[in-house]
Each structure stands twice: as C-alpha cells, then as structure tokens.
C-alpha cells in the first residue's frame, strides 16, 4: 500500500506550537522519534522540573506499556504516543478522576473526527470495526506523591491512528481509527484536537471537581452491562451500573448488593 501523507503528519515542535489552540497544553512540547515510553520521559522530565501543561510525543516505543504491566504496541509513523504532564494542586486522593477525564476529552475528539467512540472503564476507548467494537486507544495515568500531595501526574495516550496490522495477540481485539473509518487520519491534528478537548475539561475539574468531565464521561460509556472484573484474586460480577464522583465503578450483583470498584480490570460477559 502506497504511504500516505497524511499518516506522516509533522509531529515536530515546529509546526505542532504553530497549530496548538492551548493556552497551557503542550506549550511545553517536545517530540522523540523514538524513545522507550513516553510516560517514563515525563517522569524524567518532571523531575527536573518541567512545567504543568509539558507535552511529549513519541513517533514509536521500543518499551510503550499499558495497565496491569501490559506492553503497548507502538510502531512507528502510524499512531500516536503522548504523555502529558500534570501538576494539580490537589491531595493524591482526589486524581483518580483524571483517567476517566482524558477518556471523556480522547472521545470528544474523536466524535469531531467521525467515530462513534465507547469508553469502557477505567481507561479504553473503543471504537466500531469489523462488526464490533474493538480497543483504539488506552491510557496509562501515573503519579508521584509527596505525603498526601500529589508532586505531578502523568496521562499517557495511546491513539491507533494510521495502524492496519497488530500483532496476533492483539488482531482479534485492537483495531485504529483509519480501519474503523476507512481512511488515514491526520496525527497531528488529533493531538491538537485532543489537547483543546482536555484543557477546559481539566480546568473545571481543578475548579470545581470531576462532576462535569464525568458526565460526559458517562455519555460515552458502556455502562449498563452485565461484567465481571477481577480484583487482587476476588472477583465480582453484575451489571456496571455506574461510576460514583471519584471515577470508582459501581456493580450491582444478582443478590442485589452494591460493589465499588476503585481499581481492577472490567470484562463483559457472554451474553451481557
Ligand atoms: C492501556 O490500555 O493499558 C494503557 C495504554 C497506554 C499507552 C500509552 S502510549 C504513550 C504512553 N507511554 C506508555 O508507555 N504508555 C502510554
């Protein structure tokens, strides 16, 4: 298949600060042709002092990891691998939210570009292909602490922009925005993109908490459904009926029983 252009969109500093319509985000930018992941070079650039708002994309990983020490697939010149660096002055307690607001802000942006996105708890976004919908995007969000203080947090984004094959672990459930569409799409302007969906969103949740961004959250959400998840070897199973104000998933089990979930890995069930 002949290359496209729009596949090699200029991700460069460059030209990303001349597209940017942020105030904050990604006007710290810095772009990697390769790196291992891009989340352990926020923490390093954090740690010597980068400023909220510090933005670093990656055109492939030789290291891109997921939740649950999964590895992330990240070839280069297709897809997207960014991590944003955040300095919310707020205790550690109350960040849980900002996975499930990167999702809502991943899923506006992608409805602007033509998809109808899923969000599944805590951290995929799925998109329709082949008949169903299959995982497009991950976020892996990371935090350094200082007591109860939060000392920075890092949200990575992994986006399947231009992608067309996966390895066969992934085939039957990894898909990209260009399968699902049906044509290439521009990386750069799905960073941009991305980054003006996020900043207002987590501007309210710095003002006023997290009830907007998961509100929208929800409208995205395949809540409603019966699922099992998997937690520290103990399992519960019900219907995801919801999320509660800090982004933990609520279950109701068949005895009628409510389950918050802070953490864990959410799977549907046959039949649900
Ligand atoms: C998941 O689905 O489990 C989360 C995947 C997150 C992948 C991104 S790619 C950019 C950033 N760097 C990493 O090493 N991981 C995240």
Not at 7 to 35: I, N
Not at 90 to 106: C, D, F
Not at 197 to 203: C, L, N, S, V
Request: proline fraction near 6%; aromatic fraction near 4%; glycine fraction near 10%.
């Amino acid at each position: 298949m002949s290359p496209n252009p729009l596949a090699e969109s200029d991700l460069t500093p460059r030209v990303m600060l001349r597209r940017l319509r942020t105030r904050c985000l990604g006007r710290a930018y810095e772009f990697l042709p390769a790196c291992a992941s891009t989340n352990d070079v926020a923490r390093a650039r954090a740690a010597a002092g980068a400023a909220e708002g510090f933005v670093i994309v990656a055109d492939s990983q030789s290291a891109g990891r997921g939740r649950l020490g999964r590895s992330w697939h990240s070839p280069p010149g297709q897809n997207l691998y960014l991590s944003l660096l955040l300095r919310p002055a707020l205790p550690a307690r109350q960040v849980a939210p900002l996975t499930l607001l990167a999702g809502a802000a991943l899923a506006r942006t992608l409805t602007a570009a033509g998809v109808t996105p899923r969000l599944h708890w805590p951290n995929d976004l799925l998109v329709p292909a082949a008949g169903e919908f299959r995982k497009a995007a991950g976020i892996l969000t990371e935090m350094a602490t200082s007591g109860e203080e939060v000392r920075h947090v890092v949200v990575g984004i992994g986006l399947n922009v231009n992608g067309q094959e996966f390895p066969p672990d992934l085939a039957q459930r990894a898909t990209s925005l260009r399968l699902a569409l049906g044509r290439a799409c521009d990386r750069a302007k799905l960073l941009v993109d991305f980054l003006a969906a996020f900043e207002p969103i987590y501007g309210d949740f710095l003002v006023r908490g997290p009830a907007a961004g998961l509100q929208e959250w929800r409208r995205h959400a395949d809540l409603g459904r019966v699922c099992r998840i998997d937690r520290d070897g103990a399992r519960v199973e019900g219907i995801a009926t919801d999320i509660d104000d800090s982004g933990a998933l609520l279950v109701r089990d068949d005895a009628g029983r409510m389950h918050r979930i802070a953490s864990g890995e959410m799977s549907e069930q046959a039949g649900g």
